[in-house]
């Protein structure tokens, strides 16, 4: 079946350490996004990819890192730079201008 | 930087009912696209409805319909009939034409009584 797999589903850390979500797709989308969600607060983009080895700061990159060396994947790394980075984390993908984005179904981090 | 408001937080409607959500955004681009998702209980996002700024005729989906005012830079949601399934966490979301961000706005978190 198509779509945008996201793994783990649950992930617990130490404060300090970083740590590496990931986002698979086979929808053959060229674009890829990664959204933090808190409360009250929506849906915060982290970076996006256009392309393949080609990705852009969202509104609230600092303490995260990407890449996207293959079409179908987009992973996330949290920092120890990230003050909170407890939060539910969501990846999405789309054809891109316009389109529809499809999304993953989350994971949820939890740093203690 | 693109900004959308939903100024809603909360909003409860009787089954069958009818609820309106307002969202607006702040843009000086005169192409570009709006979007309706769904975030249910179990978190999953599904698109509602999407509107083309170019296109004048307002956007239906089943019981979903839109009122898009762009000079207002409006886009609000109606929900008729609204039933049991439609509980759920609804966000407003822009995109600028010859782009690819995707910004979101809060939310606004939607409970049907029976």
């Known amino acids: 079946d198509g779509g945008i797999t996201q793994s783990p589903k649950y992930l617990f850390r130490k404060e300090g350490q970083n740590v590496t979500l990931s986002c698979e797709q086979n929808?053959?989308?060229?674009?890829m996004y990664w959204y933090r969600q808190d409360p009250g607060q929506g849906l915060r983009l982290i970076y996006y990819?256009?392309?393949?080895?080609?990705?852009q700061k969202g509104d609230i990159a600092e303490g995260y890192s990407v890449s996207r060396e293959k079409k179908e994947s987009f992973p996330l790394t949290v920092t120890s730079a990230q003050k909170n980075p407890t939060a539910f984390y969501l990846c999405a993908s789309s054809m891109g201008q316009g389109n529809e984005a499809f999304f993953g179904q989350g994971t949820r981090l939890t740093v203690v | 930087a693109q900004t959308v408001t939903q100024s809603q937080p909360e909003m409860s409607v009787q089954e069958a009912e009818t609820v309106t959500l307002s969202c607006t955004y702040d843009?000086?681009?005169?192409?570009?696209?709006l979007f309706w998702y769904k975030q249910p209980p179990s978190r999953q996002m599904i698109l509602v409805i999407r509107q083309e700024a170019y296109k004048q005729q307002n956007a239906t989906e089943n019981r979903f319909s839109v009122n898009f005012q762009k000079a207002a830079k409006s886009f609000s949601l109606k929900i008729s009939d609204s039933q049991l399934g439609d509980t759920a966490m609804y966000f407003c979301a822009f995109m600028k034409h010859n782009d690819y961000k995707l910004s979101f706005g809060a939310g606004t978190t939607v409970t049907v009584r029976a």
């Open positions: 990819s256009q392309i393949v080895n080609d990705f």
């Open positions: 843009t000086s681009e005169n192409n570009y696209y």
């Open positions: 929808l053959n989308h060229d674009a």
